[in-house]
């Protein structure tokens, strides 16, 4: 004979549901979807002008333009001297940015390095 246990009633075996990462991962996807689709179809993206002759007859005539065509001289990416300030700039820009990198890692190494906790406790010694 079983007896019955009033105990039991509350408790519910959990019913295996969706996790929060799942549905974090599934909203994401729906977002990226909607979004995207209201992009291409609902606004003035240009997407559907992507497919007219107009837009790559302009395609054909830029590029004809890139490759000298319908101009008496040389066409200026194949001129040495309209290429010589714009790499000055880039190297310059390179310089910047090894700079900042120069920086951060300063900033690294006064701020958050002594603040570690290995560092802190003296424990990179190995006492």
Same mark, same amino acid.
């Given at each position: 004979?079983?007896?019955?246990?009033?105990?039991?009633?509350?408790?519910?075996? !959990?019913?295996? #549901?969706?996790?929060?990462? *799942?549905?974090?991962?599934?909203?994401?996807?729906?977002?990226?979807?909607?979004?995207?689709?209201?992009?291409?179809?609902?606004?003035?993206?240009?997407?559907?002008?992507?497919? *007219?002759?107009?837009?790559?007859?302009?395609?054909?005539?830029?590029?004809?333009?890139?490759?000298?065509?319908?101009?008496? #001289?040389?066409?200026?990416?194949?001129?040495?001297?309209?290429?010589?300030?714009?790499?000055?700039?880039?190297?310059?820009?390179?310089?910047?940015?090894?700079?900042?990198?120069?920086?951060?890692?300063?900033?690294?190494?006064?701020?958050?390095?002594?603040? !570690?906790?290995?560092?802190?406790?003296?424990?990179?010694?190995?006492?």
């Amino acid at each position: 004979m079983t007896v019955h246990d009033p105990t039991l009633d509350f408790q519910k075996v !959990a019913k295996p #549901g969706i996790s929060v990462p *799942m549905a974090s991962f599934l909203g994401f996807i729906i977002l990226a979807v909607v979004s995207r689709a209201s992009i291409l179809w609902g606004g003035k993206s240009g997407f559907s002008e992507l497919f *007219m002759t107009e837009t790559w007859a302009g395609v054909a005539e830029f590029i004809g333009q890139l490759l000298g065509r319908g101009t008496e #001289g040389t066409p200026a990416f194949l001129d040495f001297a309209s290429w010589r300030d714009p790499l000055w700039l880039s190297l310059d820009t390179i310089a910047m940015s090894v700079l900042a990198i120069g920086f951060a890692a300063l900033a690294v190494l006064l701020t958050f390095l002594p603040a !570690a906790r290995n560092a802190a406790f003296g424990e990179l010694s190995g006492n």
